[in-house]
């Protein structure tokens, strides 16, 4: 469809402008009928708005990659003979059986959200609360799951100073933790929000980027799962 | 939304203005106001770290001489009005951590960068204002940290601690000895604690920059502004964006490292066997001190570029505006911001080559820091190319930017010889390091900040700068910057040592023989320090004075041709009272044949001219 | 102000270059410079060191001379239009090409004398000698008459003891072992150092033998060279280490191979005592 509003507004594109909304409207075409999107008096400056929270999203992860890509760095060459590492005191711990729990946990979560993302895109928002606060659950189960598993390797007297691959463990379970954590924060935020029937355009967007954060975390974790207790 | 505005032919939505001091100038998420935030905290940074390195070249030209002033303000390090080896060491070590830090990486990218990133490609604010407003006040808070850091024992009259100020691990903070605590050294234990901490909060702080300057670029260029036709400032501060963005975790990884060690009794960086102050240390094993390197230095080298490639913008931009030419070689000179940004991460170990490494990855981070150069150069020669037939307006600007390209080929050039393996042999960790990185970083990139200070003060302040005190303090500092650093090189290459208290004593004939000559040197270097740290005083004035009676701006008092000189100066809130700026050529069309002025602005309608894009 | 700048530009370029390599000319003689090398490699990296300077020096010389002529002749004049010129991409790719060329040759020149020290393991024969770097003294190992080194442990270190290399007492290789703070070395003859810090990380160099190599603790680091000249030489510890990093120097003393086995044979306390001898005996 011919953009002929750009010029007539003169409203700047931003990246994606031209695109239809989610649920087909115009996006350039505030107050129009198609536009069951966009609440009242939006103006297509808020077009820009969804992509520049993806965009810094993205940029965010990659910021947070760099960070366990060094760490897993250091575990390396702590940890791999080749590199001079690998003594004896490596020591790798044995796995609580509660991290399998919580690596399914997460899992689920995922799905759970897709579910959320999907629901509040076709405007079913009784089944988008109810998938949305699940996610949320499931990741305070995951939070709690983790302390469990430190409290069980606590018994058996493994800290983070006992030997190289405990330090690893519970210094990469932490930061994995503290960042799922802010994640949690995002979505207890957006389910608060979706209790109280508050679901406006703005926080539509909170959503899809907050299950892009949720995703990434749950692939982090499955990767530090991977490095933690298969390739040590 | 009470406040909502509908849009008309040419509008955006605008947002009110803030109201209130504390909501105008302190917690301002007004891109414009953080940018003028960040630079008055590197001036505030700068003027410290210069007055330490006084001292230090103090300490160098006289060693062991008393100074009644130091007894005064260092009460106990220098109690006798001597410098201590700690207090030395001490005052070495927040130098380079707060230049480094808080005046080369905030000024030119968080200072100017946030000023002018969103102006000059046509945006309201950044992507993102309130964390924008939270970057910079959690760099300030770094900076405090930092300097209780320096104060850790300065009340404190322990005969046994008596010379302790900080941390004296330098800014580079070597493991083992940052990682042992107190008993490696006064100021190791609790100074450390502090200075990571620092580094931690100030890592964070850049993130979240680099966050809001990638989006900003890639979001909110208005219409007409194709990617190529960007001012070379706004390439520079993107790159420098994405450097900060993909090193600063690094070192925040690293610095967790450290803290874990400190903390929490692990050993990452700590061997076993460790012999420290009489006693064998039984709690740490099986750490690399190389690994501390290794990390710090996947860092420290992108670092060191996002220093310098935000006034490598800023300079091809005025050499431009003042020669009244386009740039020359303007998609090479994108490209070589690109190669020096991408090859940045692939140098680290030419910081290393003596470290113990394996001498096999020696050989390759040589040959890849070689071909750095090559960018580098290319920059170089265009830069030369701009000028060349240009109608040179010797602006205060201007004979920055020009200082700029003298000084970078002065300190770019000596990278030639670190950078191969055979001669960092007898250079590493000598007087030539110190030369060669002061020359490029600590001094060019000053240049850079200085260009970008005169240069952009009418615009942010609306007063004209006094161009008399601008030529005083170029030509003092020009002088003098290279009587400081060129000599260095030398004293390097006859042995003269880093991080050294004193290196000889002329009166009690302590220290190394073989560098019982340097005296005259040594003391030619200090006196150039202070006569050139003296000289910044010209431009302090100059800022105040400006900025309180300066004559007043116009819109684009230099003629020049990007989005910036569009708008009133100050500019208002929203930088362009709510109508889109377009734009249709490229950001260096200066002398165009057949234009009636001897510049046609970005936004001035018209067909794109005829060579550019 | 375009004339002033250019001059300034000149007369730094002059000064730095009459600095490198004009000081003859001016002093009389050459006041400030490497010192004279003293190892069978130092002629080789100063030899890449001079074509670097070669290198370094035109194009430092030509750049900064390009810039001061451009800012002095292109002032601006009334109101005449500069120049309209986008670019050149050729002589952007010639100068491009160009400046690759010579850094990567210089590159690759500059691993050689590299590969030679580190690449290659010390001749069968060279003469070893053990370093341990502490806070903040040197502390040289020699294998004493029986030509072997005593086992050494880091639970034996014991300062106060004077057992700073950690010797094992129960080790009878150790009993002739000799341990001083300064460190002998034979003249023309292969020597192999294996640097050990006992704490922080130090770095071993002397500046006239073109060596350098940090001691980081929890590594064995081998490093060899051979010393062609007789004489006495200071070796500088060249890593922050602490508060007395400025002070943590000792000598190096180059003696004839002969007087050297002799020496190296001789009970600790002997040894001790040449040293006097020898410190004396030559001036720094």
Known sequence: ?232 | MSDVVHPVHGEVHRHPAPTGFIRKYVFSTDHKVIGIQYWCLALFAVFIGMFFSLIMRLQLGWPGQEWGFLKTLFPHAAANGTISGELYLSLLTMHGTIMVFFVLTTAPQGGFGNYFLPIQIGAADMAFPVLNMMSFWITFLALLVLISAFFVNFFVDDPNMVNVIGPIGGWTGYAPLSALGDRAGPGQGTGVLLWITSIALFCVASLLGALNFITTMLNMRARGMSLMRLPLTCWAWFTTAVLALLSFPVLLAAGILLLLDHLAGTSFFIPGNEYVSGQLVKEHSGGSPILWQHLFWFFGHPEVYIAILPGMGLTSHILSTFARKPVFGYRAMVYAIFAIGLLGFFVWGHHMFISGMSPYSAIAFSLITLTIGVPSAIKTFNWLGTLWGGQIRFTSPMLFAIGFVSLFVSGGITGLFLGQTSIDIPLHDTSFVVGHFHLIMGVAAIFGMFAGTYFWFPKMFGKMMNEGLGKLHFLLTFAGVNAIFIPMHIMGMAGQTRRYLFHWNPTTGEGLHYLSNMTPLTRFVSIAAFVTIGAQLIFLVNLVWSWAKGRKASDNPWEATSLEWTIPSPPPHDNFAGIEPEVYRGPYEYSVPGASKDYVMQSEPGPAEVHGD | MGKITGVLVFLIAIGSVLLFVGQKMIFGSVLWWFPEGISEHAPRIDAQFMRTLWVVGISFTVAQVALGYAVIKFGRKGDARAVYTHGSNKLEAVWTIITAAVFVILAILGQRVWAQLHLSAAADDATRIHVYAQQFQWNFHYPGADGEFGKTEGKYYDDSALNFVGLDPNDAAGKDDAQLTTLVIPKDRPVELTLRSKDVIHSFFVPALRFKQDSVPGMNIKIHFTANKEGKYEIPCAELCGSLHYNMKSNMVVIPADEYDRLVRMPEEKFKEQLGELLQRYPY
């Open chain 1, 1 to 232: 469809m011919a953009n002929t509003l750009t010029t007539d507004i003169g409203i700047k594109p931003g990246l994606g402008a031209g695109k239809p909304g989610p649920l087909g409207g115009d996006p350039l075409r505030p107050g129009s009928a198609d536009s069951k999107d966009w609440p009242p008096g939006w103006t297509s400056e808020d077009a820009a708005e969804p992509q520049k929270y993806r965009i810094g999203m993205w940029v965010a992860l990659a910021s947070i990659l760099m960070l366990f890509i060094s760490l897993t760095s250091a575990y390396i060459v702590r940890g791999v003979p080749a590199l001079g590492g690998g003594q004896d005191d490596w020591l790798p711990i044995d796995m609580p059986r509660v991290l399998w729990v919580n690596t399914a946990i997460l899992l689920v979560s995922s799905v759970s959200i897709e579910f959320a993302r999907h629901a509040l895109k076709r405007n079913e928002y009784s089944r988008f609360r109810g998938w949305i606060t699940l996610t949320t659950l499931l990741g305070v189960a995951f939070l709690v799951g983790q302390l469990m598993a430190w409290r069980q390797l606590a018994a058996q007297g493994v800290f983070i100073n006992s030997h190289p691959h405990s330090s690893f463990f519970y210094l990469l379970t932490s930061l994995h933790g503290l960042h799922l954590l802010g994640g949690v924060i995002a979505l207890t935020y957006v389910t608060v929000a979706a209790m109280r029937l508050r679901i406006g355009f703005k926080r539509r967007n909170a959503v899809n980027v907050t299950a892009l954060y949720w995703h990434f975390m749950d692939g982090l974790w499955i990767y530090l799962f991977g490095l933690l207790f298969f390739f040590r």
